[in-house]
């Protein structure tokens, strides 16, 4: 599975990754992808066309349902968050290991993420931040000296990470690099208007403005600018609601079972 590129500072297992790659590709029977950008670099590395298989993420849709009006009502008791609140999440692992992470793991963005909280706090009136995941410390300290209202809880099943994904009002996806990230089809499935940037699978998933809002790395300003729009905008939330939720549908694990089928096929044997 190869999911990073080569040249990335904060991750040097991707490079070297790609160069046992170049050096023997002869010695690799198949690779999955989860998107095009890496499709084409690891053909550049050398690896025979039929030894790649492009296999997206997929999204569970029974474990992530749709969130009516009274899910988010219930999710924001059950965790504690204020009714009146606009609520921005933020699940994904960015510091470096598994203990509190007050390294960032940049490559996830998280630099990023603060700047664009601390923004969205001078500007919007009741702004609270929803966390979850392991390793958020670089985050939490972050926006503990900026003085940024946030909660960081943990879910420990995949019906606690969507009463999470219930609570919310946006989700934010800041990262320089991914190989999806799930969250997105994780987001789209629940309702939750997403902003995130092009990268990975992300940049295949959203059709800008139609699902979701697609921008740049980096570009804190159009990811302020976006979330602030999600805010005001009734009928942009109720569009992305109906037109994500088609994309999660269409992208349901089931639907890949015959890709995952046939890159499998000869090295796991059919009962």
Same mark, same amino acid.
């Given at each position: ?66 969130? #009516?009006?009274?899910?988010? #009502?219930?999710?924001?008791?059950? @965790?504690?968050? !204020? ?7 933020? &699940?994904? +692992? ?10 960032? +793991?940049?490559? +996830?963005? !998280? ?13 919007? /009136?009741?702004?609270?931040? @929803?966390?979850?995941? !392991?390793? *958020? /410390?670089?985050?939490? $300290? ?13 879910? $420990? ?5 969507? $009463? ?17 990230? +799930? ?47 999600? $805010? ?8 992305? *609601? ?21 890159? @499998?096929? /000869? &090295?796991?044997?059919? !009962?």
């Amino acid at each position: 599975y190869m999911h990073g590129r080569p040249g990335t500072r904060s991750a040097p297992e991707f490079d070297e990754a790609f160069d046992a790659l170049r050096r023997r590709p002869d010695r690799v029977a198949r690779v999955q992808v989860t998107h095009g950008e890496m499709h084409e670099l690891v053909l550049a590395a050398g690896l025979a066309p039929e030894r790649v298989f492009r296999i997206p993420l997929g999204i569970d849709l029974e474990h992530f349902p749709l969130g #009516e009006a009274s899910a988010r #009502e219930r999710a924001r008791a059950a @965790l504690g968050l !204020p009714r009146s609140a606009f609520v921005v999440g933020s &699940f994904q +692992k960015d510091g470096v290991g598994w203990g509190e992470g007050l390294e960032p +793991k940049l490559v +996830k963005g !998280p630099d990023v993420l603060v700047a664009v909280l601390e923004r969205l706090d001078a500007s919007v /009136g009741e702004l609270v931040v @929803l966390l979850t995941g !392991p390793a *958020r /410390g670089y985050v939490r $300290r972050e926006l503990d000296r900026r003085g940024v209202s946030y909660k960081h809880v943990v879910a $420990r099943t995949r019906d606690e990470l969507a $009463r999470a994904y219930h609570a919310l009002d946006v989700y934010l996806s800041t990262s320089r690099q991914e190989g999806g990230p +799930k969250a997105v089809l994780e987001t789209m499935a629940t309702g939750v208007p997403l902003v995130t940037t092009r990268v990975g699978q992300a940049a295949e998933l959203v059709e800008h403005e139609r699902n979701a809002a697609l921008v740049d790395v980096e570009d804190v300003d159009a990811i302020v600018a976006w979330t602030e729009r999600v $805010r005001d905008d009734g009928e942009l939330r109720d569009r992305w *609601r109906a037109a994500g939720r088609e994309t999660a549908e269409a992208h349901a694990q089931e639907r890949l079972d015959p890709r995952w089928s046939e890159l @499998l096929s /000869g &090295f796991v044997e059919r !009962p």
